[in-house]
């Protein structure tokens, strides 16, 4: 079946980096384009950006803009989220989530999140 | 664009009818979406292009509006519909959600 599967949870120092791994399956992983989205304790849903697995091309929040990079590994069908200079508003839950084939599409398939602490 | 989400949180019975409300800060055509969430779970896609049911989900739920005002209603609610509700905009490439619209129990 279609599905996301992202990577355990990670505990971080402030100033630090944090990678988080998506590893899709069940559909071509290079045919949909993928975001990145958070939601920190208590809060709402962040948009931070999205790639497209295709050709690697990407697209950042301007909030995240100098500090998030994405990539992905057409070989593995994962894509990839590395924040850098962690700080402790950055304690979150990290979500990746396919867009759907269509123009504007939605997010119809997320994985299951990936909780992410900063913390000295 | 911002999405402005009304009410923030409401409490309704089961079997009631709920309408929420999402204010796009300019005109967004019909790229909006609807995202189902509980606690401790990933969003789950509810309506797409405004009043589009995404496959699975019941026909109780329907979405409606174009340009900055849409509406998410629940015709009967219940008892698994009590979760956040949060609108999201795709009509530009920078894309954003509103702030949510938590259902509890009354």
């Known amino acids: 079946q279609v599905q996301l599967v992202q990577s355990g949870a990670e505990v971080k120092k402030p100033g630090a980096s944090v990678k988080v791994s998506c590893k899709a399956s069940g559909y071509t992983f290079t045919s949909y384009y993928m975001h990145w989205v958070r939601q920190a304790p208590g809060q709402g849903l962040e948009w931070m950006g999205i790639?497209?697995?295709?050709?690697?091309?990407?697209s950042y929040a301007q909030k995240f803009q100098g500090r998030v990079t994405m990539t992905r590994d057409t070989s593995t069908s994962t894509v990839y989220m590395e924040l850098s200079s962690l700080r402790s508003e950055d304690t979150a839950v990290y979500y990746c989530?396919?867009?759907?084939?269509?123009?504007?599409?939605?997010?119809?398939?997320w994985g299951q999140g990936t909780m992410v602490t900063v913390s000295s | 664009i911002q999405l402005t989400q009304s009410p923030s949180s409401l409490s309704a019975s089961v079997g009631d009818r709920v309408t929420i409300t999402c204010r796009a800060s300019q005109g967004i055509s019909s790229y909006l979406a609807w995202y189902q969430q509980k606690p401790g779970k990933a969003p789950k896609l509810l309506i797409y292009a405004a009043s589009t049911l995404q496959s699975g989900v019941p026909s109780r739920f329907s979405g409606s509006g174009s340009g900055t005002d849409f509406t998410l209603t629940i015709s009967s609610l219940q008892p698994e519909d009590f979760a956040t509700y949060y609108c999201?905009?795709?009509?530009?490439?920078?894309?954003?959600f509103g702030g949510g619209t938590k259902v509890e129990i009354k």
């Open positions: 989530a396919r867009q759907q084939q269509l123009v504007m599409g939605a997010f119809d398939i």
């Open positions: 999201q905009q795709l009509n530009s490439y920078l894309l954003t």
């Open positions: 790639i497209n697995p295709s050709g690697g091309s990407t």
